[in-house]
């Protein structure tokens, strides 16, 4: 089955009580059971819901997985990994993350004990160097959240599988439409389901999907026994999304290439941040592992290096929203030093790029016209 026809029927099937195409919302808590401890399945909604199921299906589904499971949020996700560990374990980490990963990593983990190492994906001497016998797992973005950079997946894996680590990526940028790091070596791949899958910036979710069937049961269990579970509603509301992921993403590619290609020949913007540029030292990746476009998140800087100007622009953009989060059909416009990336320490976000004059843009599914305008008086 293609993945476009995945997207709709991967996974699914009509209710089996009632024939419906889509999953009823089973918004119940616990099902009845003809015996103590016998039941079709079902016996409470943290262990397994229908509508989550139905999800979990499809997830796994469209990434090429036997397991998927559907939590809270994408932190809630990644939280559930981390407990695969205990203390004195050693991660090695991506430098340039999601201001949330990082503080869960630096502010929550690193206090129970176990070593976080910060590294650029693409020294692989540099990662190489950092493994011992303590490292256990072993987490990458690509692209990267602000800054899109890119690792490559199969590069990376096959350094994991020598060593015996778990190896996670966060697929949450490119999503399953361009890239699917399960079938280049990865162990887990995670999503914060918020974004893309959901689409609609109306539900916060996470993902994690793996082929491993025995690491499925190990994270099931983490999960079923800490409470990090998608409740029924939201659960149906990201697998609606997923039916529309494909014809989505092929028109925020679409409009991402055009607004990165605007901003590059736009006279106050100095370096813009698309792995999908020919400029790009990321471009020879991006074009063998990211399959049918670039993706619609672009960043930039302006000439200038101002914050000021930084904080005019987004002041100043009509079509685009100056929000938080990205991925939804609506374009939004973002400061990371000043939001999604606060968490992060000053002196850790000037290290890895993260400038004061950084702008990220969730580029939507509008007309591309309308977005080109916006940018442009905006600009000035």
Known sequence: MKFNTKTIHGGQHPDPATGAVMPPV????????????????YEYSRAANPTRTALENALASIENGTRGLAFSSGLAATDCVLKLLKPNDEVIAM?????????????????????????????????????NENTKLVWVETPTNPLMKLADI???????KEKNLLFAVDNTFATPYLQRPLDMGADIVMHSATKYLGG??????????????????????????????????DSYLVLRGIKTLHLRMQRHCENGEKVANFLSNHPKVKTVYYPGLESNPFYDIAKKQMQGGFGGMVSFTFESGKKEDAIKFLESVRVFTLAESLGGVESLANHPALMTHASIPEDKRKEIGITDDLVRLSVGVEDAEDLLE?????LG
């Open 26 to 41: 089973y918004q119940t808590s616990t099902f009845a059971q003809k015996s103590p401890g016998v039941h079709g399945g």
């Open 95 to 131: 430098d340039d993350l999601y201001g949330g990963t990082y503080r869960m990593f630096s502010k929550i983990y690193q206090e129970f004990g176990i070593k976080f190492h910060f590294v650029d994906m693409n020294d692989l001497d540099k990662f190489k160097s950092l493994i």
């Open 154 to 160: 199969e590069a990376v894996a096959k350094i994991t």
């Open 200 to 233: 609609h910036s109306d539900v916060i979710a996470g993902a994690l999907i793996v082929k491993n069937e025995q690491l499925g049961e190990k994270l099931h269990f983490a999960q079923f026994a800490t409470g990090g579970t998608l409740g029924p509603q």
């Open 374 to 378: 916006d940018l442009r008086q905006a």
